[in-house]
Protein backbone atom coordinates (compact mmCIF):
# COMPACT_ATOMS: atom_id res chain seq x y z
CA UNK A 1 0.00 0.00 0.00
CA UNK A 2 1.28 3.25 -0.55
CA UNK A 3 0.94 6.43 0.59
CA UNK A 4 -2.05 7.46 -2.26
CA UNK A 5 -4.11 4.39 -1.47
CA UNK A 6 -3.59 5.30 2.55
CA UNK A 7 -4.78 8.79 1.74
CA UNK A 8 -7.86 6.91 -0.49
CA UNK A 9 -8.05 4.65 2.96
CA UNK A 10 -8.48 7.41 5.28
CA UNK A 11 -10.77 9.83 3.34
CA UNK A 12 -13.15 7.68 2.00
CA UNK A 13 -14.54 7.19 5.95
CA UNK A 14 -13.34 10.65 7.61
CA UNK A 15 -14.57 13.01 4.28
CA UNK A 16 -16.99 11.21 2.22
CA UNK A 17 -18.84 9.57 5.45
CA UNK A 18 -19.81 12.54 7.56
CA UNK A 19 -20.99 14.09 3.83
CA UNK A 20 -23.31 10.68 3.21
CA UNK A 21 -24.46 11.34 6.71
CA UNK A 22 -25.80 14.55 6.59
CA UNK A 23 -26.76 14.29 2.84
CA UNK A 24 -29.54 12.03 4.33
CA UNK A 25 -30.47 13.76 7.67
CA UNK A 26 -31.64 16.76 8.08
CA UNK A 27 -33.93 19.55 6.60
CA UNK A 28 -33.58 19.43 2.22
CA UNK A 29 -32.04 23.05 2.35
CA UNK A 30 -29.12 21.40 4.52
CA UNK A 31 -28.92 17.93 2.55
CA UNK A 32 -27.50 20.12 -0.73
CA UNK A 33 -24.35 21.37 0.78
CA UNK A 34 -23.35 17.96 1.97
CA UNK A 35 -24.57 16.31 -1.17
CA UNK A 36 -22.11 18.73 -3.32
CA UNK A 37 -19.08 17.99 -1.37
CA UNK A 38 -19.74 14.50 -0.95
CA UNK A 39 -19.67 14.74 -5.20
CA UNK A 40 -16.00 16.59 -4.45
CA UNK A 41 -14.75 13.39 -2.18
CA UNK A 42 -15.91 11.04 -4.29
CA UNK A 43 -14.15 12.43 -6.98
CA UNK A 44 -10.90 12.93 -4.79
CA UNK A 45 -11.14 8.85 -3.65
CA UNK A 46 -10.93 7.91 -7.55
CA UNK A 47 -8.15 10.46 -8.16
CA UNK A 48 -6.01 9.23 -5.08
CA UNK A 49 -7.11 5.48 -6.19
CA UNK A 50 -6.17 6.08 -9.73
CA UNK A 51 -2.93 7.55 -8.58
CA UNK A 52 -1.72 4.93 -6.22
CA UNK A 53 -2.98 1.61 -8.29
CA UNK A 54 -0.94 3.62 -11.92
CA UNK A 55 -4.34 2.89 -13.54
CA UNK A 56 -5.31 5.70 -15.86
CA UNK A 57 -8.50 4.57 -16.36
CA UNK A 58 -9.89 5.52 -13.16
CA UNK A 59 -9.43 8.94 -13.86
CA UNK A 60 -12.09 8.64 -16.29
CA UNK A 61 -14.31 7.33 -14.46
CA UNK A 62 -13.13 10.78 -11.62
CA UNK A 63 -13.81 12.75 -14.75
CA UNK A 64 -17.01 11.67 -15.33
CA UNK A 65 -18.59 11.89 -11.72
CA UNK A 66 -16.64 15.13 -11.64
CA UNK A 67 -19.05 16.20 -14.63
CA UNK A 68 -22.11 14.67 -12.87
CA UNK A 69 -21.98 15.34 -9.55
CA UNK A 70 -22.84 19.13 -10.17
CA UNK A 71 -25.06 17.78 -11.99
CA UNK A 72 -26.91 15.86 -9.64
CA UNK A 73 -27.16 18.94 -7.18
CA UNK A 74 -28.39 21.21 -9.87
CA UNK A 75 -31.33 18.70 -9.91
CA UNK A 76 -31.63 18.44 -6.36
CA UNK A 77 -31.96 22.31 -5.75
CA UNK A 78 -34.68 22.07 -8.73
CA UNK A 79 -36.64 20.17 -6.63
CA UNK A 80 -36.14 21.87 -4.00
CA UNK A 81 -37.21 25.28 -5.70
CA UNK A 82 -40.53 23.21 -6.76
CA UNK A 83 -41.32 22.15 -3.50
CA UNK A 84 -40.82 25.98 -2.87
CA UNK A 85 -42.87 27.15 -5.17
CA UNK A 86 -46.20 24.42 -5.02
CA UNK A 87 -46.09 25.48 -1.89
CA UNK A 88 -46.59 29.47 -2.37
CA UNK A 89 -49.47 28.47 -5.01
CA UNK A 90 -51.25 26.35 -2.44
CA UNK A 91 -50.51 29.50 0.22
CA UNK A 92 -52.73 31.99 -2.16
CA UNK A 93 -55.15 30.31 -3.00
Excluded: I, K, Q
Excluded at 58 to 86: E, H, I, N, Q
Aim: proline share 5%.
Amino acid sequence: MNAWLLAACVLLPAGLGPCLWRACRGEPARRLPAMALAGVMAVAVFLLTARGLHRTSYVDVALVAAVLAPTGTLVFARCLAGGARTEEAGGRD
